[in-house]
């Protein structure tokens, strides 16, 4: 069945450090790739998606590339913020099941000054 | 506009009791899902509704579990003679379409707490 690995966590990283989180997917087909983000106290919500392979998906200096050839969908910032503090799920929805997603583990950012 | 709501936000219950969860999707939205969000299992997919069709409840966990949307907008998740690991938060989420590129949007959850 389809699957999402993330890495684990916590990450702590200091303000302005370089942020990646990895993931990696299984799956039939060409599913769509989503990050979500749920900051504390707070419901989840969309931070990015790309829906087709080498497509790159941007949303509040973050970005993640969809690659096909090594399934993986790997989060990125260039500067972290303090403010950036949240747990970040890696999510997939594959074309037929209706768009249920499926989602890796959450990662726990915590920026400090 | 407004987004996905959700009630209660928090739930208490004792063990052998019945409850029920209720989600207001964003106006419009045809899907409507429900998701579970526990220490041990993660995120994962209960049951989700589109339009006037069957529902899909393969996510659904046991029996005990079940959801309705009337109308075809709000719906009411009941967990029937609720046990101690059915404490999670439950999320509800509405997308446009089931494309499977469509954006859910949540709710805030409603977290419940089987004593």
């Known amino acids: 069945g389809d699957s999402v690995t993330q890495m684990e966590g916590p990450v702590t990283l200091s303000e302005e450090a370089f942020l990646t989180i990895n993931c990696t997917y299984t799956?039939?087909?060409?599913?769509?790739l989503f990050w979500y983000v749920q900051y504390p106290g707070e419901g989840l919500q969309l931070l990015l998606k790309a829906t087709k392979a080498d497509d790159k998906g941007s949303n509040k200096g973050f970005e993640a590339t969809y690659r096909k050839e090594t399934t993986s969908f790997h989060l990125e910032k260039g500067s972290v913020q303090v403010s950036d503090s949240a747990v970040y799920f890696c999510?997939?929805?594959?074309?037929?099941?209706?768009?249920?997603?499926?989602f890796g583990t959450g990662t726990r950012l915590q920026v400090t000054l | 506009g407004a987004g996905v709501s959700q009630s209660p936000s928090n739930k208490v219950t004792e063990k052998g009791k019945d409850v029920e969860l209720r989600c207001d999707p964003i106006s419009g939205h045809t899907a409507l899902y429900w998701y579970r969000q526990s220490l041990g299992q993660g995120l994962e997919f209960l049951i989700y509704?589109?339009?006037?069709?069957?529902?899909?409840k393969s996510g659904l966990p046991s029996d005990r579990f079940s959801a309705e949307r009337t109308g075809g907008s709000v719906s009411t998740l009941t967990i029937q003679r609720t046990q101690q690991e059915d404490s999670a938060v439950y999320l509800c989420?509405?997308?446009?379409?089931?494309?499977?590129?469509?954006?859910?949007?949540f709710g805030p959850g409603t977290r419940l707490t089987v004593l």
């Open positions: 799956a039939t087909g060409y599913p769509s």
């Open positions: 509704f589109q339009g006037n069709s069957a529902p899909d």
């Open positions: 989420a509405s997308s446009l379409t089931t494309v499977s590129t469509d954006t859910q949007y």
């Open positions: 999510a997939l929805s594959r074309t037929g099941t209706a768009s249920k997603l499926t």
